[in-house]
């Protein structure tokens, strides 16, 4: 089956400091692309960012970066320096051919002051 | 902002009725996704067009139907509407129908009563 698993509903990380938010997925597929999405109150959904399954480097972009183990199947997210507006449901998610997205159920990131 | 527009924000109706969701992608864009997020879910991939065609099928109920149309809108239909269709829809938008990124519109709040 193709799914994507976020095992932590909730995650709380203190303002400045770093966390990291995990994902899982399963697939057969060896060419597919993941992502990780955030969904602030507003409900926009807003791309956080983004990986080539072929790309061995990992993505970084500003604070943001992820931590891909192709072969366990992994995609976390770390954020570092964590802001007030980082506070979100964060989705993890990928596409396979011809055309699939699959996401998660979601992970709710708490910013403390 | 993502450029993508939908309309309307909000819908109130009653069980067994139809309504149309619109959306407008982003200027240059081709492809158009459409998703479901119920209550504090993730997101249902729902159906994708490509310039006009339809390119892939997610679970998407048979009382559902969408269209893309010449000038690159796409508009989601649902009809015999039930309780358990109330949700935020939304609707993405890519170039193509590679693994580039989706971006969101706001959604639309449905409410069926």
């Known amino acids: 089956a193709q799914t994507v698993t976020q095992s932590q509903p909730e995650m709380s990380v203190q303002e400045a400091e770093t966390v990291t938010l995990s994902c899982t997925y399963d697939t057969s597929e060896s060419d597919y692309y993941l992502f990780w999405y955030k969904q602030p109150p507003s409900r926009q959904m807003i791309l956080v960012i983004r990986q080539e399954a072929y790309k061995q480097q990992n993505a970084t972009e500003n604070r943001f970066s992820v931590n891909f183990q192709k072969a366990a199947k992994s995609f976390s997210l770390k954020i570092s320096d964590s802001q007030l507006g980082d506070a979100a449901m964060y989705f993890c998610?990928?596409?396979?051919?011809?055309?699939?997205?699959?996401f998660g159920t979601g992970t709710r990131l708490k910013v403390l002051a | 902002d993502s450029g993508v527009t939908q309309t309307p924000k909000h819908l109130i109706t009653a069980t067994g009725q139809r309504v149309t969701l619109r959306c407008s992608p982003r200027s240059g864009d081709l492809s158009v996704y459409w998703y479901q997020q119920s209550l504090d879910q993730g997101l249902q991939f729902l159906i994708q067009y490509y310039n006009g065609e339809e390119r892939a099928k997610g679970n998407i109920l048979e009382r559902f139907s969408a269209q893309q149309f010449p000038d690159l809108h796409s508009e989601l239909n649902l009809s015999s509407l039930e309780l358990g269709d109330s949700a935020l829809y939304f609707c993405a938008s890519s170039k193509q129908t590679g693994g580039e990124t989706q971006y969101f519109g706001p959604g639309t709040r449905l409410l069926v009563l």
């Open positions: 998610a990928y596409r396979i051919p011809p055309y699939k997205y699959i």
